[in-house]
């Protein structure tokens, strides 16, 4: 339930030692091309053609709405407006912990479960949106092109080879060309994967049972990623870092609450604890931004997005088997 966070513990914990962490950041890329694949493979335009309006307009408020007001009150509260850039990790929910809690019996629970869902296609279409307006425009259009030439790419691929483990072989190969194709244009892995994911969902349905072999190893390569992260981020000595964790825990927190007290969302039926943790989407959108941005953005405020994101995880976790005990 804690989704992995004690590995990311244990990774801010090795950071002191001298391992050569600063040689380890070319790995972070494929990581980050793997989760953007694994999300993207999921998406399913059939489906999200038969969902009501109204299930999607209230997906896209709540990704729009909470993104939007995080940023404000993170850059008011800490005075850093740089520092609201993180807003965008901040509104995923954690569907392993939701679905802990809630059990899948009864239509009600079923639609919450499958708004939480359905979040990371609204939020990763938004940080993309966020991305065209902030990045130069040779940035953008890098973005985009390379998408559409890595999915079209790999499409081909997949569809002259017919051996299951042929078929493999060629996604992990696309996945490791898209990362590290995007470290030299300084784009963003993520979002370049997940459109190539959400192509090859929908156009090359006799590769489904190797999308579900990829995501059978999801749980050891995520531990590692987090591990790698919390190994590159470092705990820092700046008395800053606790003041920015503390001020993204109490906005992330707060206004996360809110929205799920909303009645028009309709989540406030179920205890707020279960959707308090962010989940390991928000350390890879996380992650996404800071490697891009390293150079302009302290290491101190990765440190204290990473600490925040753990301390929520550990809210949603500790208040969810609270509620559920009582």
């Given at each position: 339930?804690?989704?992995?966070?004690?590995y990311?513990?244990?990774?801010?914990?090795?950071?002191?030692?001298?391992?050569?962490?600063?040689?380890?950041?070319?790995?972070?890329?494929?990581f980050?091309g793997?989760?953007?694949?694994?999300?993207?493979?999921?998406?399913?335009?059939?489906?999200?053609?038969?969902?009501?309006?109204?299930?999607?307009v209230?997906?896209?408020?709540?990704?729009?709405?909470?993104?939007?007001?995080?940023?404000?009150?993170?850059?008011?509260?800490?005075?850093?407006p740089?520092?609201?850039?993180?807003?965008?990790?901040?509104?995923?929910?954690?569907?392993?912990?939701a679905?802990?809690?809630i059990?899948?019996?009864?239509?009600?629970?079923?639609?919450?479960?499958?708004?939480?869902?359905?979040?990371?296609?609204?939020i990763l279409?938004?940080?993309?949106?966020?991305q065209a307006?902030?990045?130069?425009?040779?940035?953008?259009?890098?973005?985009f092109?390379?998408?559409a030439l890595?999915?079209?790419f790999?499409?081909?691929?997949?569809?002259?080879?017919?051996?299951?483990?042929?078929?493999?072989?060629?996604?992990?190969?696309?996945?490791?060309?898209?990362?590290?194709t995007c470290?030299?244009?300084?784009i963003?892995?993520?979002?370049?994967?997940?459109?190539?994911?959400?192509?090859?969902?929908?156009?090359?349905?006799?590769?489904?049972?190797?999308?579900?072999?990829?995501?059978?190893?999801?749980?050891?390569?995520y531990?590692?990623?987090?591990?790698?992260?919390?190994?590159?981020?470092?705990i820092s000595?700046?008395?800053?870092?606790?003041?920015?964790?503390?001020?993204?825990?109490?906005?992330?927190?707060?206004?996360?609450?809110?929205?799920?007290?909303?009645?028009?969302?309709?989540?406030?039926r179920?205890?707020?604890?279960?959707?308090?943790?962010?989940g390991?989407?928000?350390?890879?959108?996380?992650?996404?931004?800071?490697?891009r941005?390293?150079?302009?953005?302290?290491?101190?405020?990765?440190?204290?997005?990473?600490?925040?994101?753990?301390?929520?995880?550990?809210?949603?976790?500790i208040?969810?088997?609270t509620?559920?005990?009582?």
């Open positions: 339930m804690f989704v992995g966070m004690e990311l513990i244990l990774g801010l914990l090795l950071s002191k030692l001298p391992l050569g962490q600063a040689s380890l950041q070319p790995l972070l890329f494929p980050l793997w989760v953007g694949l694994l999300i993207g493979l999921e998406v399913d335009f059939h489906y999200l053609k038969e969902l009501p309006k109204n299930f999607l209230k997906t896209a408020i709540w990704t729009v709405g909470l993104v939007t007001a995080i940023a404000l009150g993170i850059g008011l509260l800490s005075g850093r740089m520092l609201s850039i993180f807003a965008l990790a901040l509104a995923p929910i954690s569907f392993r912990t679905s802990h809690f059990p899948a019996r009864g239509i009600e629970n079923r639609t919450v479960l499958f708004f939480v869902s359905i979040l990371p296609f609204f279409l938004f940080f993309t949106a966020v307006i902030t990045l130069p425009l040779i940035s953008t259009l890098y973005v092109c390379f998408s890595f999915a079209i790999s499409r081909v691929l997949l569809s002259l080879n017919h051996k299951p483990e042929g078929l493999l072989l060629v996604l992990i190969g696309v996945i490791v060309l898209v990362s590290e470290a030299v244009f300084r963003s892995p993520l979002t370049v994967s997940f459109f190539a994911g959400v192509y090859l969902a929908n156009t090359c349905t006799k590769c489904d049972p190797i999308y579900r072999d990829i995501a059978k190893d999801e749980k050891p390569l531990m590692l990623f987090l591990l790698l992260v919390g190994m590159m981020s470092g000595d700046n008395p800053e870092f606790l003041f920015s964790a503390l001020s993204i825990v109490l906005t992330a927190g707060l206004l996360r609450w809110v929205f799920v007290k909303t009645s028009w969302f309709n989540l406030n179920q205890s707020w604890a279960y959707f308090m943790a962010p390991g989407l928000a350390v890879a959108i996380g992650t996404d931004i800071w490697i941005d390293s150079g302009a953005m302290p290491g101190a405020w990765f440190s204290a997005f990473l600490l925040a994101i753990i301390v929520l995880q550990a809210i949603g976790v208040s969810g088997n509620e559920d005990s009582q």
